[in-house]
């Protein structure tokens, strides 16, 4: 079975400019999480969705961040416009519908905004 | 604010020894704990889980909690090199499904 999957693996752009970032769950994975790590942090939860819906969006840290899932498979991240603090490690994890508790992890995409 | 504590280390032992990684969380609703390892430049791996009190072995790996003390700690027995990683310990509440990480803690096993 195929792991979560994440492209690009690295990213590299400039201030202003706009960034999509996509994550492949599991397939049959319902639920699908965006985290993020930022130099010298910890890992930080951004948003969940159920399928096609936004379940809790509540890390997401302002609306230079749109995260969807068309069709509840995929899901796209975008950053628009990029800032320098952005920079850092995209995490994109899923996990069964009705198992919430483990949350399997993509191998992140590194964004670097200079 | 949630918060989940763990010593950056490095936490250095020897080949064969045992490593004891701790991790101290703030929030008494937390349910969930998970650790996770994560070798450089690529993604945490699930390695255990643990919802009750108590003592859960899985081959080399003992997850040990204790919710009255807000603490969950990990035993690697007959550490191998290939054990160096930086080990993440992760909570979550009934509340929500999001995981609140630690810093992790860096392991060094040594030949």
């Known amino acids: 079975e195929a792991g979560v999957t994440q492209f690009p693996s690295h990213s590299v752009i400039e201030k202003g400019q706009t960034v999509t970032l996509r994550c492949d769950p599991i397939?049959?994975?319902?639920?699908l999480y965006w985290y993020r790590r930022v130099m010298g942090k910890e890992i930080k939860f951004l948003l969940h969705?159920?399928?096609?819906?936004?379940?809790?969006e509540s890390g997401m840290p302002n609306n230079r961040f749109l995260a969807e899932r068309t069709g509840g498979t995929y899901s796209t991240l975008k950053v628009q416009p990029a800032e320098l603090e952005d920079s850092g490690v995209y995490f994109c994890?899923?996990?069964?519908?009705?198992?919430?508790?483990?949350?399997?992890f993509g191998p992140g995409t590194r964004l670097t905004v200079t | 604010q949630k918060e989940v504590e763990q010593n950056s280390g490095p936490l250095s032992v020897p080949e064969g020894a045992i490593a004891s990684l701790n991790c101290t969380y703030s929030?008494?609703?937390?349910?969930?704990f998970f650790w996770y390892r994560q070798y450089s430049g690529k993604s945490p791996e699930l390695i255990m889980s643990?919802?009750?009190?108590g003592d859960k072995e899985d081959g080399r790996f003992t997850a040990q909690l204790n919710k009255a003390s807000q603490y969950v700690s990990l035993l690697i027995r007959d550490s191998q090199p290939s054990d160096s990683a930086t080990y993440l310990c992760?909570?979550?509440?009934?509340?929500?499904?999001?995981?609140?990480f630690g810093g992790g803690t860096r392991l060094m096993v040594k030949p």
């Open positions: 992760a909570v979550k509440d009934n509340a929500g499904n999001m995981l609140t």
């Open positions: 994890a899923s996990s069964p519908r009705g198992a919430f508790y483990e949350q399997y």
């Open positions: 397939s049959g994975h319902d639920n």
């Open positions: 969705f159920v399928k096609e819906s936004k379940q809790d």
């Open positions: 929030d008494r609703v937390s349910q969930s």
């Open positions: 643990i919802y009750s009190n």
